[in-house]
């Protein structure tokens, strides 16, 4: 009998122990104290961490102004942590439940960092250097320069506006680009009326960009390869009259027709 009741006593030793386990240490926290633990875990740059102190103060204290903030956090922090997915969804969230909030401008420029995929390439640009973004994401591209675009004719006075607008100027180049890197593969594999169609779409949509030249050089060397006299004859008056030096000029007259 008394082997029986130890057996039991420990046996509730180990549920009380268990339950101890289990149970949440931030139950009985304040909004400011998991909004305070939040901060300091985004601090240290343990954004899962942050996420969830974020979450928790959303759940239980679903109105008010930490609440409001915590969804924006929550954002940032996602994207912070590389989940691009879930971090647009929260910017897009808070754009949703909170329009007219004060920092939904925020919301709108993450939407667009998040897609950007670029700060580097970005950082080179505005010093002149040379960059890749072009030859990656043309999906993420256009989604980004749209959402800074947005946010630009929404909030024209936001502190995030000129830094948007430059990320445009990028971004535009950048699909004038994405858009001559696709006519040269085409017109590498000997697709001549794909390359064509790719430049034209370049001059037509993203014009007075650096990718002009090689749109119109592409289009001029397409032309002479299909032996389209009249178009190439044409294309290379525009050529030489708005890129004198370009070397494209020489390339094409070197061609062979109908190669």
């Known amino acids: 009998m008394k082997r029986l009741l130890a057996i039991g006593f420990v046996y509730v030793l180990l549920l009380s122990g268990c339950a101890g386990l289990d149970e949440d240490e931030t139950k009985n926290w304040t909004p400011e104290r998991l909004y305070s633990e ?16 974020l979450e928790k103060l959303e759940a239980r204290y679903p109105y008010g102004r930490l609440a409001e903030q915590a969804q924006l956090e929550t954002a940032y922090a996602y994207y912070k942590d590389d989940e691009p997915a879930l971090a647009i969804a929260a910017a897009e969230r808070f754009i949703r439940l909170h329009p007219t909030h004060p920092n939904v401008d925020y919301a709108y420029y993450l939407r667009g960092l998040v897609n950007f995929h670029g700060e580097k390439s970005f950082v080179n640009w505005l010093f ?5 973004l072009a030859e990656r994401d ?85 032309y002479k390869r299909m032996g389209l006299d009249v178009l190439y004859n044409d294309t290379m008056r525009v050529l030489r009259l708005n890129f004198p030096q370009s070397r494209y000029i020489a390339e094409a007259e070197a061609l062979q027709s109908g190669g």
Request: aromatic share 14%.
């Open 128 to 132: 002149g250097a040379k960059d890749d």
């Open 138 to 222: 043309a999906k993420g591209i256009r989604e980004a320069y749209l959402a800074f675009k947005e946010l630009t004719e929404r909030f024209p006075r936001s502190r995030y506006a000129e830094d948007s607008a430059k990320r445009m100027a990028y971004l535009f180049e950048a699909q004038a680009r994405h858009e001559i890197h696709v006519a040269r593969y085409y017109y590498s594999r000997g697709a001549y009326i794909a390359a064509v169609n790719r430049s034209k779409y370049a001059l037509e949509n993203f014009p007075q960009t650096p990718a002009t030249e090689d749109a119109l050089g592409i289009q001029v060397m397409s």
């Open 38 to 53: 939040a901060k300091e875990k985004m601090d240290d740059g343990d954004y899962a961490a942050a996420i969830k102190y």
